[in-house]
């Protein structure tokens, strides 16, 4: 009976958790909001250590995900290419800066 308790508590935890997924912005867009006014005020080497310290904490968060008993694992990649695209975006804009000369 327990056995079945504890497989029905996490099959609901999981349930729950993508349901937040669904109500909500994923967690990239949440944490990572960045205006492009504010990525304008930035240095090249500013936005360089920006981009290393945001993706320092993707792969943790990332890693969390994935060893989390009650999180699918599909829900973890779409994560993982949320932040893809936004490190791509990011990596553009920075090229286009540098070859602005800003």
Known sequence: MMFHFHYFK???VSLAIFG???N???PVKAQNVV???Q???LSL???RILRREQARQAR???GNCYRSP???SSICYTQYLQYQKYFADLDNYIAQRRVRGR
């Open 20 to 22: 937040i997924f669904l």
């Open 24 to 26: 909500i912005p994923m």
């Open 35 to 37: 205006s492009r006014q």
């Open 45 to 47: 080497q500013e936005l």
């Open 39 to 41: 990525l304008d005020q």
């Open 10 to 12: 996490k099959a609901l």
């Open 60 to 62: 943790i968060i990332i």
């Open 70 to 72: 009650y999180i699918d």
